[in-house]
């Protein structure tokens, strides 16, 4: 018999670090007072910067089930509607979010010079609603899968997405992966050394890659936001990658890192308008009940509109190469 194992998980608590666990240098204060953008708590939450490997991190971290944290619909929409069941034809927001796939995939290609249409198989470590996993089967990989211990990745996901309701530390694949991706999820884990190592060893294969998407806390954004930059996202955001903290990370795993790229997509600069205006965060709009559908409605509309007018804004962060993400592909060493 199955019993939700995070029925038997610890409430989270908070714990103080006093150096930093990724290098061990010197931690300092850098932002106190942080509130969560989607109103989850009341709390507030400090943040420490390492003197060291520069890397920024919740101080102190949060250790536990921190489920309280994420919002039922925090994914999506429709984790909180009938919309997508009820669509037909054109649907512009799948669109976009494709585009994002897309790019996302050609990085890979990039890399390593394979296509999804060519990988033999693919997994999607933290899938949430499996619309990735989706996606790489339409493209032509003959097994995809996706992995997520939220339960309602699976209950919400459309039946050609094969999703394994597990924690990442139980899914041992019998026939190991050729891609594996960690899509913004290493910077909500409490021990991203030990998932790392896991897949290292139980999931992706030999010769096979590792594709890792997060928010790049050495962006020009993040500098020029600071406490407001959209991509903290405390308390849901443990750790704040730079390109040389994960290259560490990714090492120190087992793994040879062959490319990093801090680039983003040109036409989803997703963290620029909720930076400057709190109230345009997609998220923000969905999970908060309070407002009706036409103030949703036209907050999206406003966010839809100034995120168009910033494409030129990431556009130029690329050329610069510090976009607010970060994308490293990585193969077994
Ligand atoms: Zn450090």
Redesign the pocket.
């Known amino acids: 018999m199955t019993i939700n194992k995070r029925i038997s998980k610890k409430p989270y608590s908070m714990k103080l670090l006093t150096k930093?666990p990724?290098?061990q240098?010197r931690l300092n204060s850098k932002y106190d007072n942080l509130k969560d953008r989607l109103d989850t708590t009341n709390e507030t939450f400090s943040f420490s910067e390492?003197s060291?490997?520069h890397?920024g991190m919740l101080n102190p971290t949060l250790i536990g089930d921190a489920s309280s944290f994420y919002p039922t619909n925090y994914l999506s929409e429709e984790q909180d509607s009938k919309k997508s069941t009820s669509r037909k034809g054109f649907d512009l927001e799948k669109w976009y979010r494709y585009n994002q796939y897309k790019f996302d995939f050609k990085l890979l290609e990039r890399s390593t010079g394979i296509t999804l249409g060519r990988a033999s198989s693919y997994v999607d470590i933290g899938c949430g609603s499996g619309e990735r996993v989706t996606f790489v089967s339409e493209q032509g990989c003959k097994e995809a899968y996706g992995v997520d211990k939220f339960d309602f990745a699976k209950i919400k996901s459309k039946a050609e997405a094969s999703i394994i309701n597990s924690d990442i530390l139980e899914y041992k694949p019998a026939k190991k992966i050729e891609i594996t991706s960690l899509f913004h999820v290493l910077e909500h884990l409490e021990n991203p050394h030990q998932i790392l190592t896991h897949l290292q060893k139980h999931v992706v294969k030999k010769d096979g890659h590792l594709i890792v998407q997060i928010p790049n806390y050495h962006s020009f954004e993040r500098h020029i936001f600071r406490e407001k930059w959209y991509g903290l996202d405390v308390p849901r955001h443990l750790w704040q990658y730079n390109e040389k903290?994960i290259r560490k990370l990714l090492e120190d795993s087992g793994f040879k890192v062959n490319s990093v790229f801090q680039l983003g997509a040109p036409l989803h600069p997703v963290t620029l308008v909720p930076s400057m205006f709190k109230e345009l965060d997609v998220q923000r709009i969905w999970v908060n009940r309070s407002h009706g559908d036409s103030y949703k409605k036209l907050m999206m509309l406003l966010w839809a509109f100034l995120t168009v007018l910033t494409i030129p804004l990431a556009l130029v962060q690329n050329l610069f190469k510090r976009s607010s993400m970060l994308t490293v592909v990585a193969s077994k060493k």
């Open positions: 930093c990724f290098c240098g390492c060291s490997c890397m903290s």
